[in-house]
C-alpha cells in the first residue's frame, strides 16, 4: 500500500507540471461547459455536447495519459528505478491508474454536472462513466506496457484513441460505420448515456463492454507477459 | 573476513555472444572493488546479475548472504543501485525525487535533507531536476543510494561523463561511505579513479576477468622492465636498470649535486592492461 501510495503521489506533482496530460484531463470538460452555455441551437437534442464530449473524453484522456505516463517513465528509466526499490509492477500500475481514474472522473463530475443528470440518472451516468474510464485506462495501460518509448506509445495511442473517441460521433451521420462502430466500448457507452431516463439499459450494450473489458485484460496480459514493465 | 558480495562461475551470453565467461570474484566486507573495463565488457551486465535484475545462464552470485536470484521484497534494502542509466523525474524537484524514494524505504524528511548536504544539492533542493547540470544529476542519483543508507552499494559508472573536478568530489562521497564502513562494488573505465579509489580491482575483458588485485600491486606485478628514472638538475632525464648497481649510480648523482628526482617506472592499470590485452582501456 505504502508503494502504490508513494507512485500516486508522485503522479499527482508530477503531472501536475506535465502540460500535455494536463491538457488531456482539462479539454473537454472546459469545452462541454462552454459549449453547453454558448451554443443553443433549434432542434438540437437536450445537452448534446455532454453526450457528446463525455464519449470522447473517456476515449481520449484516460487511454493517452496511461499510455504517455508509463512509456516516458520507461523511456527515461525512472520506472526501472522504481522496480529496484522493490515496487512491483502492479503497484506501480495501480498507482499510476488510481490517478488517472481519480482525474478523470472527476472531469466525469463536471459533464454530470453540466448535464443536469439528478438522481437515478445521475448514478446511471456516472456508473457508465466509470466503466468507460477503467476500459480505456486499461486500454492505455496496454499500450504503454508494449511500447519501448515515448515515440512508439504514441504511434499506437492516437489510431486506437481516434476510433474510440470519433467513432461514436461519426456513427450519427453514417449508418454502416454505426454497425462497425457497435462492437466497441465508446459507441456502447454512447447509446447508454443516451437512453438515461427513456430507453434504459439495453442487455446488448452491457454484454459488449464485458466483452470489450475481457479483449482488453487479455491484450494486458500479453502485452506484460511479453515485456514486464521493461 | 567475511564476503559481502561472492561471485562463482557466472556466465551469461547474449545471442551467440558470450559476454561474461566464468567470472569468480570476493568482495569482502568495508572493501571497494573496481570492476575495470573498455566500453562493451560486460561491466554493467554483471551489476545487473549481481543485483537480480538480469539472470545468469551458469554460476551464483551471493550477496549478503543472500543468492542474487532470488531477491525479494526486504532484501532490496540492503543495497543500494546506482546504474549508468536510471532515471531521474525531470519535473520534479531534487526534494520531490528522493521523497518518493523516501516513502517508498519509510524515511523521514531530514534524511532526504542530510543525503542532498551529504552530495552538496541542499542549495539546488527545489530546483526541477530539469534545470540540473550532469554532474549534479549524478549526484542526485547518488543521494537516493546514500539516503537509502544500505550496508552494499553497486554504483555503475559513477563519475562516467563527468569534468574531472566534479568526478572528484564524488569520488570523495564514495570514499566517505567506505569510511562508514559500507562495501562498493563500482565500475569504470577511467584507471586513475581505479587507482585512487578501490581496494582491488579487477579487470575484465572480452567477459573475462584478465587480473585481480590491489591496483599498486598489480602495476608492481607488471613492471618487468625494473627501471629507475632520474631528472637531472640539467633538465635532462636518464632511465638506468634497476639492480644492484643501481644505488651506486645514484648516490653517485646526489653527491655531485645533478640529480632532482628519482622514480621508478612501474606501469599504471592502463599500460597493465594494454599489455594482457592489446586493448586501449578508455573507449
Ligand atoms: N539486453 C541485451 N541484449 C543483447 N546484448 C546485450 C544486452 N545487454 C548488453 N548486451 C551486450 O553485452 C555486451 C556488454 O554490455 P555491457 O553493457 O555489460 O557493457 P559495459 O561494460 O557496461 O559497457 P559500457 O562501459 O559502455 O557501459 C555488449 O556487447 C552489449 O552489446
Ligand atoms: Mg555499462
Known amino acids: ?230 | 573476513m567475511e564476503n559481502a558480495i561472492s561471485i562463482n562461475g557466472i556466465t551469461k551470453s547474449f545471442g551467440e555472444k558470450k559476454v561474461l565467461d566464468d567470472i569468480n570474484l570476493d568482495v569482502k566486507k568495508g572493501e571497494i572493488l573496481g570492476l575495470l573495463g573498455p566500453s562493451g565488457a560486460g561491466k554493467t551486465t554483471l551489476i545487473k546479475i549481481l543485483t537480480g535484475q538480469l539472470s545468469a545462464e551458469n554460476g551464483k552470485s551471493v550477496i549478503n548472504g543472500i543468492n542474487s536470484q532470488k531477491f525479494s521484497g526486504d532484501d532490496y534494502r540492503n543495497f543500494g543501485i546506482m546504474m549508468d542509466n536510471f532515471g531521474v523525474y525531470d519535473r520534479l524537484s531534487c526534494f520531490e525525487n528522493l521523497k518518493i524514494f523516501a516513502r517508498i524505504y519509510g524515511i523521514k524528511n531530514d534524511k532526504i535533507n542530510e543525503a542532498l548536504e551529504s552530495v552538496g544539492l541542499s542549495d539546488a533542493k527545489k530546483t526541477p531536476a530539469q534545470n540540473l547540470s550532469k554532474g549534479m544529476k549524478s549526484r542526485l542519483r547518488l543521494a537516493r543510494v546514500f539516503m537509502i543508507n544500505p550496508d552494499i552499494l553497486f554504483l555503475d559508472e559513477p563519475t562516467s561523463g563527468l569534468d574531472p573536478a566534479t568526478a572528484d568530489e564524488i569520488q570523495k562521497m564514495i570514499q566517505k561511505e567506505k569510511e562508514k564502513g559500507k562495501t562498493i562494488f563500482l565500475t569504470t573505465h577511467t584507471m586513475t579513479e581505479a587507482e585512487k579509489l578501490c581496494d582491488n580491482v579487477a579487470l575484465l575483458s572480452d567477459g573475462k576477468i584478465v587480473e585481480y588485485g590491489n591496483p599498486k600491486e598489480i602495476c608492481r606485478r607488471y613492471n618487468h622492465q625494473k627501471k629507475l628514472k632520474i631528472h637531472l638538475t640539467d633538465g635532462t632525464e636518464k632511465e638506468i636498470p634497476h639492480d644492484e648497481n643501481s644505488a651506486e649510480i645514484i648516490s653517485e648523482l646526489i653527491k655531485s649535486g645533478r640529480a632532482e628526482t628519482i622514480h621508478t617506472t612501474e606501469p599504471d592499470l592502463e599500460t597493465v592492461f594494454m599489455e594482457l590485452t592489446g586493448k586501449e582501456l578508455t573507449a
Open chain 1, 1 to 230: 500500500m505504502k508503494n502504490i501510495t508513494a507512485v500516486f503521489l508522485k503522479q499527482i506533482k508530477e503531472t501536475f507540471r506535465n502540460k500535455t496530460i494536463l491538457i488531456q484531463f482539462l479539454m473537454f470538460p472546459v469545452m462541454v461547459i462552454i459549449m453547453e452555455n454558448a451554443i443553443k441551437l433549434e432542434n438540437m437534442p437536450e445537452h448534446f455536447f455532454v453526450k457528446l464530449f463525455a464519449v470522447m473524453f473517456v476515449g481520449m484522456a484516460p487511454l493517452t495519459c496511461m499510455s504517455a505516463i508509463i512509456s516516458e517513465e520507461k523511456e527515461k528509466n525512472t520506472l526501472r528505478a522504481l522496480m529496484m526499490s522493490n515496487v512491483k509492477p502492479f503497484e506501480y500500475l495501480l498507482g499510476v491508474g488510481a490517478y488517472v481514474f481519480i482525474m478523470c472522473i472527476i472531469g466525469a463530475v463536471v459533464f454530470a454536472v453540466c448535464g443536469g443528470y439528478e438522481g437515478k440518472d445521475l448514478l446511471e451516468f456516472m456508473v457508465i462513466m466509470g466503466a468507460g474510464i477503467l476500459l480505456s485506462s486499461l486500454t492505455g495501460a496496454v499500450i504503454g506496457v508494449f511500447s519501448k518509448n515515448q515515440m512508439s506509445a504514441t504511434s499506437i495511442t492516437i489510431p486506437v484513441m481516434m476510433i474510440f473517441s470519433f467513432l461514436p460521433m461519426l456513427s450519427m451521420f453514417n449508418e454502416s460505420i454505426e454497425k462497425v462502430a457497435r462492437i466497441t466500448y465508446s459507441q456502447q457507452m454512447s447509446i447508454l448515456i443516451n437512453g438515461i431516463g427513456n430507453a434504459g439499459i439495453k442487455p446488448e450494450s452491457i454484454i459488449i463492454i464485458a466483452v470489450n473489458f475481457v479483449v482488453a485484460s487479455i491484450l494486458f496480459t500479453l502485452a506484460f507477459r511479453k515485456k514486464g514493465l521493461e
